[in-house]
């Protein structure tokens, strides 16, 4: 783009900031925070890391401010646990504001949301997203902030999945009524931290959202990544997979067989990993009762996986792909583990699935759209499936499950139990202090 190209643009997206610009947090740690803004109603890659620039933007952090010509902004040397007032400006004139709280470095508990299938636009999402912003207002000011988002994939739907594979996510502007408009006050303060669905490429639709998701999502090691871990200090390490079959080139291909680089990466993350809470999720789930997908038999496809889990005491793991909320039984057909499905963030399928559900290890199940309200304190995690009203889940025999759902840590993951380590970490390590 020329000079003088450039500057009309900024003149016209100033005219319209009213409507189309976007900010947000796109990752988060104890001493750091990235911030990404752009027009995404704007043709071409307008938001996200290889947006164009829009001139000269100035953060504001409690008074100490940093200019880019970039549209995104990583912003070091930030105290742990802190909670931040932030201004941007671009082009010489107020953008936008908000708060944001980094993460805790000797953390003895977590609060975090979880929840999948969920990018159509609808009226359920928007109404769903709306009880997500409220409550993460209500842990704000009972002390116990919500510190992120896991999606559990499927993040953008066409306008008619699997028919009309038009509005897909392959252009920023299919992003506006899914992700930014129903989630705006979210991730003005928190960070999503996102596994691609099938919906999220070409296994289900257009190759094209594949690398628009890898660009407007931030991911912790820095880069785009289809697969990744973080840390929350050492209570808890999350490891993000990609059990989908979309490709960057050629037809659609899984790559997670025993030998495949990600099989490798994982083994060696887990093997390294010192946390009291090791958290895989991904998309597919190894148990599930339907009403879809449950002759995927993705218990053996995943087997080696699970075997890697068991070894590492793995004792929980979130998925999407079923429009529904089930979780499996913890016994020795599932290793031990709780594989909890979040598959209805505005998607949703009805159908009843109790008699399917011992023949398919699940626990229990309720046909509902919701979130996931997670807790770790210590060696305890509570699961609060949350919704626009009461959440009802059955078991197999039709009768109600006592909420929340409770997971519990053994002495068999070598140390002792904990609840307030001190252990230093928690996110990325700062590279560049912030501007004094």
Request: hydrophobic share 40%; with cysteine; net charge positive.
């Amino acid at each position: 783009m020329t000079p003088a190209a450039r500057l009309a643009f900024v003149l016209f997206a100033a005219a319209a900031w009213g409507q189309n610009l976007e900010w947000y947090v796109g990752e988060l740690g104890a001493r750091h925070v990235v911030f990404a803004w752009g027009f995404p109603s704007e043709p071409g890659n307008s938001i996200g890391r290889g947006a164009r620039s829009f001139g000269e933007a100035r953060i504001t952090v409690d008074g100490r401010t940093a200019a880019t010509t970039s549209p995104w902004m990583r912003i070091d040397g930030l105290q742990p646990d802190h909670l931040y007032s932030y201004r941007i400006e671009l082009a010489g004139k107020h953008a936008g504001e908000g708060k944001f709280r980094t993460w805790a470095e000797d953390a003895g508990r977590l609060t975090f949301l979880v929840f999948g299938d969920w990018g159509n636009g609808s009226r359920r999402q928007r109404d769903l997203a709306a009880v997500m912003a409220r409550t993460l207002r209500e842990c704000a000011a009972q002390g116990d902030p919500v510190r992120f988002v896991l999606s559990t994939g499927d993040n953008i739907y066409s306008t008619i999945p699997g028919v009309l594979n038009t509005n897909s996510g392959d252009r920023d502007s299919h992003w506006i009524s899914k992700f930014f408009e129903p989630y705006r006050e979210m991730i003005r303060s928190v960070p999503f931290y996102p596994v691609l669905g099938n919906h999220d490429g070409n296994e289900a639709e257009s190759r094209g959202d594949l690398a628009v998701y890898l660009d407007n999502f931030f991911f912790p090691g820095g880069a785009p990544a289809r697969y990744y871990s973080f840390r929350y200090g050492s209570l808890a390490e999350f490891f993000a997979l990609d059990t989908t079959a979309n490709t960057e080139a050629g037809p659609p291909r899984r790559d997670l067989g025993p030998g495949s680089e990600q099989t490798r990466w994982l083994r060696d993350a887990l093997k390294r990993s010192t946390a009291l809470w090791k958290i895989p999720y991904f998309h597919h789930p190894p148990f599930n009762a339907g009403p879809r997908h449950h002759r995927e038999r993705n218990d053996q496809l995943l087997a080696h996986w699970l075997d890697l889990f068991e070894a590492a005491s793995v004792r929980v793991a979130f998925h999407g792909h079923e429009h529904n909320l089930q979780w499996s039984e913890a016994n020795p057909r599932s290793r031990g583990i709780r594989f909890i499905i979040t598959g209805a963030g505005g998607e949703l399928r009805r159908g009843d699935v109790t008699a399917r559900m011992r023949q398919a290890n699940i626990a229990a199940f309720a046909p509902q759209a919701h979130f996931l309200l997670v807790r770790i304190q210590g060696s305890r995690m509570t699961v609060q499936p949350l919704s626009t009203g009461p959440v009802q889940v059955r078991d197999a025999s039709g009768q109600a499950v006592a909420l929340p759902l409770t997971v519990e840590l053994g002495l068999s993951h070598g140390r002792a139990l904990d609840p307030f380590p001190r252990r230093a970490g928690g996110g990325a390590s700062a590279r560049t202090n912030f501007p004094r």
